[in-house]
């Protein structure tokens, strides 16, 4: 371990705002997914896949990346997945086919697979014990702030200028933030090594799998609807470009309030209780949200309500796995954000298909089924594993 940096606060925000430029740029496709589609002659479930091939590749990246880069200085590995996300959205603006606009997606994406993990396994090298739970739940933070800024403005942004605009302002994002990020967290940070034998221990516990399959059925449960979000608050409401941005951000502003009340009372409820009661809100919005409600306060109700329990669910399950092995949290973590993409191709793909079938209804009732899975199986781990 590398000795302690004198400011790790400030290292600390960096990470949080690589997190919104990653998660922005991971989720941009759903807040222009009807610029894209108009763009480029494609449907909805087309313009998804953006998301869905995205999912399905980084759930192999994932794991693999942090095998291989396992032993990377952290600086320099966090660094240079900013620098590769800020150089694909640079590319994806001047594409001009929506199969090159695919493809460099699926480059770029590489980066998602590396910062998100790392950057909370990053966080066990410099800060001690007691504050790891707390700075995991406000690392994601960013996430909530890319559903509460990012994934708005991209829509806003993307109908009035055009996605073109929306891919060179991530692209300078991401560029500012790689900058942030090398001139605060301190040099040779390295995690510790973890042999293939490690890694077999770690996959054949039963905690471990279990744990993960939480996250991939509420990623996947989400991810039915929410990709479509966009389309759905239209064919509601009617809504204008404003109106859609300002619902978005009502979605994200209560993830942010989620995952601020997480990081004050995961000291107090532990990791695994966290997790357990923010599901619930979760399963909630979404069940508010399924009731199609044509009428503006229950639109925003259900959306209140669905953001609230979106990326503390999310946040505190990582510092779950985080918690049940720290010596692991390189793989774990890696792990987890593997199944958090599992869970958003296969969502995405089946809600998509749904979507353009004319099923909406049952892709309510799918969605509502997965996350109901993922908190029973929650509830019998903390009750039966105490983790």
Known sequence: MAKAHPSPTLALWALMFGNFVIGTGV?????????????FGVDVATVALLIAYGGALLCFQSPLLALVTNRLDRRYLLTGALLLFAMGHLFSALATNFSMLLTIRLIMIASAAVFTPQAASTLALFLPVERRSGAIAFLFIGWS??????????NLVSGLIGWQAVYLGL???????????????????RANRLSLGAWRKLLSGRKTWLLLSIT???IAGQNVKYPYIVVEIHSRLNASPAVTATLLAVYGAASIIGTMIASRVIFR??????????????FMGLFLWAGEWAILPLTVFALFIWGLGTSPAVSSQQARLVDADPDAASASTSLNTSFVYMGQAAGTALG????VTGHSGLASGLALTLLALALVTSLLVAQRLRI
């Open 171 to 189: 692209a300078t994002a991401c560029a500012l933030t790689a900058v942030a990020v090398a001139s605060t967290l301190p040099a040779g940070l």
């Open 27 to 39: 989720l941009a496709p759903a807040g222009m997914i009807k610029d894209l589609s108009r763009a």
């Open 216 to 218: 991939a059925l509420t």
């Open 145 to 154: 702030l890319a559903s509460a800024i990012g994934i708005p403005m991209v």
């Open 352 to 355: 998509g298909q749904l979507l």
């Open 269 to 282: 409820l532990g990791p695994r209780n966290t997790v357990n009661f923010f599901l619930c809100i979760l």
